[in-house]
T-cell receptor, first 117, second 110 residues
Framework: NAGVMQNPRHLVRRRGQEARLRCSPM?????VYWYRQLPEEGLKFMVY????????ESGMPKERFSAEFPKEGPSILRIQQVVRGDSAAYFC???????????????FGQGTRLTVV | GQNIDQPTEMTATEGAIVQINCTYQ??????LFWYQQHAGEAPTFLSY????GLEEKGRFSSFLSRSKGYSYLLLKELQMKDSASYLC???????????FGTGTRLQVFP
């Protein structure tokens, strides 16, 4: 059972370009979360999705950022017109169930390290 | 809102025991998680507490007191490979997002 798969692992974009980060959850997991981690800082929640639905996007910047989790295929975090401040590690996590009960811990992917030059 | 506090850095000696504390303030608490993260790698799940008390798993144990908004992660028989950041995270009721502290960077010396 493969873990959470993210690609690319490293992504370099020039200012103003678009960045597309992909996340395939673990098999059987229908809940996906995106987190951003700046150097020397903790993980900051961005968005929580289930298939075809955004459940909680309270951590997403209001502009330039969007996320989707289509019926088929991976979840995508899209950043338009990237700026230097978007440089960070972006982690995706998945879990099998919704509300809190034992065994619903989220499993993280290896992350995509975005560098904006 | 929510506030999660952990020490920024700790050091310990190989073979020793270390306790990493985490205090939190949140409404609608629904579980506390500890993750380990090596530099440049993904966080990996260590433990989950939702009821008061101690959960033991091998060399790692985690304790929770909901009335005090307090948890600790206890690492026994420290090994060099335990040098990593340890992240405390709280989950709120009716949501599944985790609110993370900034993490505690642990360095284990020989």
């Amino acid at each position: 059972n493969a873990g959470v798969m993210q690609n690319p692992r490293h992504l370099v974009r020039r200012r103003g370009q678009e960045a597309r980060l992909r996340c395939s959850p673990m098999k059987g997991h229908s809940h996906v979360y995106w987190y951003r981690q700046l150097p020397e800082e903790g993980l900051k929640f961005m968005v929580y999705l289930q298939k075809e639905n955004i459940i909680d996007e309270s951590g997403m910047p209001k502009e330039r950022f969007s996320a989707e989790f289509p019926k088929e295929g991976p979840s995508i975090l899209r950043i338009q017109q990237v700026v230097r401040g978007d440089s960070a590690a972006y982690f995706c996590a998945s879990s099998p169930l919704g509300q809190g009960s034992r065994g619903t811990e989220a499993f993280f992917g290896q992350g995509t390290r975005l560098t904006v030059v | 809102g929510q506030n999660i506090d952990q020490p920024t850095e700790m050091t310990a000696t190989e073979g020793a025991i270390v306790q990493i504390n985490c205090t939190y303030q949140t409404s609608g608490f629904n579980g506390l998680f500890w993750y380990q993260q090596h530099a440049g790698e993904a966080p990996t799940f260590l433990s989950y507490n939702v009821l008061d008390g101690l959960e033991e798993k091998g060399r790692f144990s985690s304790f929770l007191s909901r009335s005090k908004g307090y948890s600790y992660l206890l690492l026994k028989e420290l090994q060099m490979k335990d040098s990593a950041s340890y992240l405390c995270a709280v989950r709120k009721y009716n949501t599944d997002k985790l609110i993370f502290g900034t993490g505690t960077r642990l360095q284990v010396f020989p």
